[in-house]
């Protein structure tokens, strides 16, 4: 792995953002080896809730960090925010991106910071009580639940405030959209998906026939559709093993499963794809994940930027949940028999979910991956 300085944000994220390495490694950092867990993770989000804590010492809030991996892809911190609103904008998309950054309330702060934290709706910096954990823990996850607009309601536990925390950052993402070729509620059936080679449970699958890119990949014995989203240009990429326990080589090689290879291995066919309905809500500690990569410098907080003191402040943890909703069109008026029917005898190739699978969701635009995870257990 190779780490370098960087002096600004712009940098850090035209090293970042567009390169599915670091998206890869901070994914399998979390993952580890037990992989019957659904684990879920927004690398770049994540990135950018950790830095935001710089802000109030000087423009160039993103100094003092290493970085992990390098790309000639360059994307700047404009990007990303433009992103963001467009996907804010775009239509029949929930995106809600919240953080807190929660500081042991016996360590003063600057007044500036507080203030430039009071003017940002998104971003708060709160003080944490660790008499009263309980309380505290209460009243983050009030405000959490008031800005995802009751989307998530808890993000921290009493346990998670201790005697030695000092410091904690919080970063809360929920994100539901509508896919382009929709799933239909009249689609649903009960089908099987198999947890391991002994063990199955009957789950509700969403079905529908459409034109999608689809790839077999057989040197990595697995195969991969794109679902793209509707009005948003993001897309959604499910890896598939081709053995129903295959999950952990797909995860041991993802570097091989890059957005180069995919685009390169898949074509446009007439697709009869079988997918469950899901829901993800994950929530994960980054840090360790960051420290591995070498992200050490940005875990430590320059003094001069938050407190009066010369005390330096650690970013203890760092809590990331992720809320994501994978479901058929809950309204519609299309007789589905009917488009079955006509399309049926078209079909090139069957794509059946029905195992442990990988998933990412990209930026087609900026190609910056959004989410990267895994769905060993699909649950709704």
Partial sequence: ??????????????????????????????????????????????????????????????????????????????????????????????????????????????????????????????????????NTATAINNWVDQKTNNLIKEIIQSDDITSDVHMIVLNAVYFQAFLKNQFKNRSIRYRAFYLSNNNKKFIPTMSNIDSYVYGNLPDLKAKFIELPYDNCKLKMTIIIPNEIEGLKDIVANLEYFNQTRLASSGTRQNVYVMLPKFKIDTTVNVKSAFENLGLTNMLKAKKSISTTTNEALFMDKIIQKIVIHVNEEEFNNINI???????????????????????TIIDDETKMTLFIGLISNPVY
């Fill in 1 to 134: 792995m190779v780490h370098i300085k960087a002096d600004d944000i712009n940098e850090e994220l035209q090293l970042l953002s567009r390169t599915d390495a670091y998206s890869i490694n901070l994914f399998k950092n979390i993952a580890g080896t037990n992989f019957t867990e659904n684990v879920l993770v927004s690398p770049i989000i994540a990135f950018e809730a950790v830095v935001m804590y710089g802000t109030s010492e000087k423009k160039n809030k993103y100094a003092y960090m290493d970085t992990a991996q390098s790309s000639n892809n360059n994307i700047d911190q404009q990007s990303l925010q433009n992103l963001i609103y467009r996907l804010n904008n775009a239509q029949n998309v929930k995106l809600q991106i919240v953080n807190n950054i929660c500081i042991d309330n016996k360590i003063p702060l600057k007044p500036e910071l507080k203030e430039l934290t009071n003017s940002l709706s998104y971003f708060k910096i709160c003080e944490l009580d660790l008499a009263e954990p309980g």
């Fill in 337 to 359: 028999s009917n488009v079955q029917s006509d399309t049926l005898k078209q079909i090139e190739t069957i794509v059946a979910v029905n195992r442990p699978f990988v998933l």
